[in-house]
T-cell receptor, first 115, second 111 residues
């Protein structure tokens, strides 16, 4: 079974621009979570989607948004990019049986550099 | 919120040595995972271990949920074991999809 895939793998943008990142979960997985990893803050949870609905959101500004499609693929968008948005963005998928929380499987990430 | 703390922050070993990484977590954590992040940034699942002991080759993990800690054991380390090891806790319930990560242990294995 193919793993989680993310595109693009690398991205360079300038301040003020916007960016869209894509994540395709493992086949059959319905929950997709997004994380931001920076040297200063470590790995931080952005949001989670299930059946095209955002069920959980981390402590990030409204410039960070996402969506999920009917095939469970997900996108996240960052508008009005700031230098501090430079990070590795990771998505993870899981089967989502509510109790207990399922193992999450991570994609290879998208490295975003904002100049 | 959930608290996850890892120790040590850095670990340097010679090939063939054994090591133990520790993860302490707060009361609200009801499941725990261990990951290895390779130099390219990929997070590789090692163990999903809310309690008990599991083994996979040279790696094993033990979680004592009642005492709020988990240990990851690496035996006969190899240079390919180098990287960052993270533990992450989830609270279940309405904390859908959210894992809280520790700051990681950077492991360097020298030949």
């Amino acid at each position: 079974k193919a793993g989680v895939t993310q595109t693009p793998r690398y991205l360079i943008k300038t301040r003020g621009q916007q960016v869209t990142l894509s994540c395709s979960p493992i086949s059959g997985h319905r929950s997709v979570s997004w994380y931001q990893q920076t040297p200063g803050q470590g790995l931080q949870f952005l949001f989670e989607y299930f059946s095209e609905t955002q069920r959980n959101k981390g402590n990030f500004p409204g410039r960070f948004s996402g969506r999920q499609f009917s095939n469970s693929r997900s996108e996240m968008n960052v508008s009005t990019l700031e230098l501090g948005d430079s990070a590795l963005y990771l998505c993870a998928s899981s089967l989502d049986r509510v109790v207990p929380q399922e193992t999450q499987y991570f994609g290879p990430g998208t490295r975003l550099l904002v100049l | 919120g959930i608290q996850v703390e890892q120790s040590p922050p850095d670990l340097i070993l010679q090939e063939g040595a054994n090591s133990t990484l520790r993860c302490n977590f707060s009361d609200s954590v009801n499941n725990l995972q261990w990951f290895h992040q390779n130099p390219w940034g990929q997070l590789i699942n090692l163990f999903y271990i809310p309690s008990g002991t599991k083994q996979n080759g040279r790696l094993s993990a033990t979680t004592v949920a009642t005492e709020r800690y988990s240990l990851l054991y690496i035996s006969s380390s190899q240079t390919t074991d180098s990287g960052v090891y993270f533990c992450a806790g989830g609270a279940g319930g309405t904390s859908y999809g959210k894992l809280t990560f520790g700051q990681g242990t950077i492991l360097t294995v020298h030949p």
